[in-house]
């Protein structure tokens, strides 16, 4: 069993709840550690992953009380963040981050590899490094500037201001700034929504766009010709054009 996080799957959606609520979610070793378990040991049944937080915060970021990652923050990175960014990234299912509170430091940057990211109103996004003498890590000086330019994303990490989550979403940060009392239903219907579609086809789109920020146009068409050819042997293919000529909604088993 896991101590740091909850994790349950249930109709074909993961979700996976940060659980230090006390330290608003703080990370540290076992928890990235577990992360990573959880995230890797998917059962084939599994065709989303939610990741949120438990109580009023989604992630505080590194646990400042953790001395001995403080020592070595460049083995930390190495050793223990990349493989816990890497586990999202790689997930053979699309990631929702559903974003309930406050995601600062290297825990606003773990929603943002996901491949949606859902906030509640009442969140903020706080590239917080600067107000402890650090820079943004967890792919934050990679991801950040390609989604809201350089201008929003200098600003953001040089002066560590708290972007409610409209404004991210406005921004083109996030995918969406749901108001309060809507957030959890909104996050459920994405979810569902994502775990009854075509999952080999939102594989390939999470490579493709992946592929896309190191790609010139010639290669990106070879790509999407690759990858759509692979989409094109898929038993949903097949089953979304009956669909379609039928006149009814298919039903897609991510096969
Ligand atoms: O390799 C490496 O190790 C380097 C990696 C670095 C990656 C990073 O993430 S560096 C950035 C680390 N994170 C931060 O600097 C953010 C620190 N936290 C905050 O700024 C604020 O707590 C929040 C903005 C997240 C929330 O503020 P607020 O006022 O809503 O809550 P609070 O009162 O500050 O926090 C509640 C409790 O959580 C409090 O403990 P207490 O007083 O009730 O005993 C607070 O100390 C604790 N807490 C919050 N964040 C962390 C934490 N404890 C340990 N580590 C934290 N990151």
Redesign the pocket.
């Known amino acids: 069993g896991f101590e740091t996080i909850l994790f349950s799957e249930n109709d074909g959606v993961a979700t996976l709840t940060l659980n230090r609520p006390?330290?608003?979610n703080?990370?540290n070793s076992q928890m990235r550690a577990e992360i990573v378990t959880a995230l890797t040991g998917l059962s084939s049944d599994t065709r989303c992953v939610v990741m949120t937080g438990e109580g009023?915060?989604f992630?505080?970021?590194?646990?400042?009380?953790?001395a001995a990652?403080?020592q070595?923050?460049?083995?930390?990175?190495r050793r223990?963040?990349e493989p816990m960014l890497r586990a999202v990234v790689d997930c053979p299912v699309p990631v929702i981050a559903a974003v309930n509170?406050?995601?600062?430091?290297?825990?606003?940057?773990l929603a943002l590899v996901a491949d949606v990211v859902i906030a509640i109103e009442s969140a903020?996004f706080?590239q917080?490094?600067t107000?402890?003498g650090?820079i943004?890590?967890?792919g934050g000086t990679w991801a950040i500037p390609r989604a809201i330019g350089m201008a929003r994303a200098a600003g953001m990490m040089l002066f560590a201001d708290?972007v409610p989550a409209r404004q991210a979403a406005d921004w083109g940060l996030i995918w969406q700034a749901l108001p309060d009392e809507d957030f959890a239903e909104g996050v459920s219907t994405r979810a569902r929504h994502l775990a009854q579609g075509p999952t080999l086809a939102y594989r390939a789109i999470r490579r493709a766009l992946r592929a896309s920020s190191g790609n010139d146009l010639d290669a990106q068409l070879a790509l999407e010709a690759e990858l759509q050819g692979q989409a094109g042997r898929s038993a949903d293919f097949t089953e979304g054009v009956t669909a379609f000529l039928e006149k009814r909604k298919p039903r897609f088993r991510g096969r």
Do not use: K, W
């Open positions: 006390q330290v608003m703080a990370l009023r915060a992630c505080s970021g590194q646990d400042l009380t953790d990652a403080a070595d923050l460049e083995g930390t990175l223990e963040y509170g406050v995601a600062a430091g290297a825990g606003a940057n903020q706080i917080a490094f107000r402890i650090l943004p890590d967890a708290a």
